[in-house]
């Protein structure tokens, strides 16, 4: 299996990233439409794009997806108390829920959003090295069946449009749901426009939370609550271990939340 990898910037600015993982004889079809996409972003038009390709060697992780439990909310203030209460019952303390969403709130690398998450004990403490890149999870993909069984859930639910963002979000939660140590994920979105976030964790799945922002807000980021890491071997496990999700594990509305906290 190879890894194919895109970043495209202007003036030095991320304009847009992705990445696959796929065999020999899918890398061009892949590199390709990673130069699409990079030339057709909202953000802009790049003047660098780099693409790489690189032969895995290590064996890769097979793995089930979290499964997706979508949250109604009607506001901001809604969403985020909502996420709140989630990381609350997934065992996040007090102190670390609000640390971390002041953070986001406010932008993590001196008021600018950080190219990859924060890494957070249970003390609130960060743990990542270079506060403004932070750790960026890598080497992972879904395949082309649990792909087509995800879109078909998401057509299901009037979701289609957010298709990309949702796998996307999907493969990345999922991967660092399963790598020891993790306890949980808070996520938004940097894009201007996309205002949906997620809590994820093994416990609860994907919580996804329609407003964690307000429309026009270029701040986003995510802060992967740890217990208990080697903080070397977590960032090496999700910046380097190939994992690829073999199966989607459903998707499912949550009309009240005590339904998944069973408070
Ligand atoms: N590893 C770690 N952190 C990352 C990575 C990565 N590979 N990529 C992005 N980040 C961080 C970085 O701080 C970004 O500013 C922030 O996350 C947001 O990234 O509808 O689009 O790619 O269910 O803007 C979630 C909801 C969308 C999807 C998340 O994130 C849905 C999203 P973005
Ligand atoms: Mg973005």
Redesign the pocket.
């Known amino acids: 299996m190879y890894s194919v990898r895109m970043r495209a910037t202007k003036d030095e600015m991320?304009i847009s990233?992705a990445?696959r993982l796929v065999d020999e004889k899918n890398i061009k079809i892949a590199a390709v439409s990673m130069i699409e996409r990079a030339l057709s972003h909202d953000r802009g038009k790049p003047d660098f794009i780099n693409i790489s390709v690189e032969e895995i060697e290590t064996p890769i992780k097979e793995i089930t997806s979290l499964p997706?439990n979508l949250v109604n909310v009607n506001s901001v203030e809604e969403g985020k108390k909502v996420a709140k209460k989630v990381l609350s019952h997934i065992g996040i303390p007090y102190l670390c829920v609000e640390k971390a969403f002041t953070l986001l709130e406010n932008g993590?690398s001196d008021g600018e959003?950080?190219?990859?998450?924060?890494v957070m004990d249970m003390k609130g403490e960060r743990l990542e090295p270079d506060k403004r890149r932070?750790?960026?999870?890598?080497h992972m993909d879904i395949t082309p069946i649990a792909s087509l069984l995800l879109a078909d859930a998401l057509s299901k639910k009037g979701?289609t449009r957010?298709f990309t963002?949702?796998k996307?979000?999907?493969v990345?939660a999922t991967k660092?749901a399963f790598t020891k140590g993790s306890i949980a994920e808070l996520?938004?979105?940097?894009?201007p426009f996309?205002t949906?976030?997620?809590v994820a964790s093994g416990k609860l799945g994907?919580v996804?939370?329609?407003h964690l922002k307000k429309e026009g807000d270029y701040?986003?980021?995510?802060v992967?609550f740890v217990d208990n890491v080697n903080i070397t071997d977590y960032i090496e496990e999700?910046?380097k271990t190939p994992v690829l999700i073999t199966k989607f594990d459903g998707l499912r509305e949550i009309s009240d939340l005590n339904n998944i906290t069973g408070e």
């Open positions: 991320h990233g990445e997706i993590p959003n950080m190219r990859g998450a924060i932070g750790i960026r999870a890598s979701l957010h963002h949702v996307e979000a999907l990345l660092v996520c938004w979105s940097d894009d996309y949906t976030g997620y994907y996804r939370i329609p701040r986003g980021g995510r992967f999700i910046e």
